[in-house]
């Protein structure tokens, strides 16, 4: 399995921004995905997760800005982002668990400007 963020890039504050990833390996119908996120100094936190059914669940800083979606038939997940705050810049992960581990992708930056 591996996985392949895209999208990322610098956005204004209030802008928006998709990240994709890429999976492959196995179809991607068959796992959970979450998005990861980490700013420099501080821990990875978890950003958004899609189960195989679609069901989706956010953390409590997205207040309804982020939605994350699938398409099993591309192989894609996506992060839509809107209304981006200076505080939401990170490198973005996406993730899922194979073989009873984590994989992760290369992640992808994000950066707001003012």
Not at 25 to 46: F, S, T
Not at 85 to 103: M, Q, R
Request: proline letters at 2%.
């Amino acid at each position: 399995v591996q996985l392949m963020e895209s999208g990322g890039g610098s956005v204004q504050a209030g802008g928006s921004v998709r990240l994709s990833c890429e999976f492959s390996g196995i179809p991607l119908k068959l796992n959970g995905m979450r998005w990861y996120r980490q700013a420099p100094g501080k821990k990875r936190e978890m950003v958004a997760a899609i189960t195989t059914g679609g069901t989706s669940d956010y953390a409590d800083f997205v207040e309804g800005r982020f939605t994350v979606s699938r398409d099993n038939a591309r192989n894609m997940v996506y992060l839509q982002m809107n209304d981006l705050k200076f505080e939401d810049a990170a490198v973005y992960y996406c993730a899922t668990v194979y073989n009873g581990g984590w994989i992760w992708g290369q992640g992808t930056q994000v950066t707001v400007s003012g």
